[in-house]
């Protein structure tokens, strides 16, 4: 943790041993805040340990969050504690998650400390693990785990900046989905549909029977797209 951390850190806590039990906020959009269901100033503390946040691309056009700019409700497991009814942005582009907290602003949440998160976007349910840095299998960071079963589909959301300087027109962020399957015990990066057959350990024909059939549509632009075939899978296997 270098110098300003630091003191980021000292003055978070400060803030909330002097708010606590008034870390009080609207929980309307317009402000983007929540009153916030702790039970006591440590697990305050723990939700609240992380640095100050600031947009650091306030020229870049588009956003650098999953979805939208707006907060979203979402319930977040820390070390096996979980808050509910905590408004965040997740920072797909760094990788970080985003909370209001009065008078500070905004706080990037400790990744360390974080085990999971979840929300609603557009009535469809997403839930985030934390894989750990030095994982063999994926680059550490936050997963989406998209469908679940004998097999499992994880997305992970960034997104990256497009230089257009030289065209006279503003940089601004283009997003990127990545999918990996896992199957009896062993990870797979799929890039796309080729890839999914060349990985699984499944009957081809029926698979591609199947899909022709049911005329479903695959895309890494909409990781649910695989359920379908998944579950397919799935039975195969029964």
């Not at 997403?126 to 997305?155: E, M, Q, S, W």
């Not at 399957?181 to 199947?210: S, T, Y």
């Amino acid at each position: 943790m270098n110098r300003n951390d630091y003191l980021a850190f000292i003055i978070i806590n400060l803030l909330i041993l002097n708010i606590i039990p008034g870390i009080c906020h609207s929980n309307t959009k317009s402000s983007g805040t929540v009153i916030l269901k702790q039970d006591t100033i440590n697990e305050n503390q723990m939700l609240y340990n992380g640095r100050i946040w600031w947009n650091q691309f306030p020229l870049i056009k588009e956003n650098q969050f999953l979805f939208t700019k707006e907060f979203l409700p979402a319930s977040i497991t820390m070390r096996g504690k979980t808050f509910s009814d905590v408004w965040i942005k997740y920072d797909i582009f760094k990788d970080e998650i985003i909370t209001p907290f009065a008078p500070a602003g905004m706080l990037q949440l400790n990744k360390q400390m974080v085990d999971s998160f979840s929300l609603i976007f557009q009535n469809k349910n997403y839930h985030f693990i934390r894989i750990p840095d030095g994982n063999t299998a994926f680059p550490g960071g936050y997963y989406n785990v998209v469908y679940k079963g004998k097999t499992t589909l994880y997305a992970r959301y960034s997104k990256k900046i497009e230089k257009l300087a030289d065209k006279e027109e503003f940089d601004k962020f283009y997003q990127i989905n990545r999918i990996y399957i896992e199957q009896e015990g062993k990870v797979f990066n799929i890039p796309g549909k080729k890839d999914l057959f060349r990985v699984l350990n499944v009957p081809k024909k029926e698979v591609r029977q199947f899909m022709r059939e049911s005329n479903k549509r695959i895309s890494n632009d909409d990781p649910f797209s695989y359920i379908p075939l998944l579950i397919f899978i799935d039975d195969l296997k029964e």
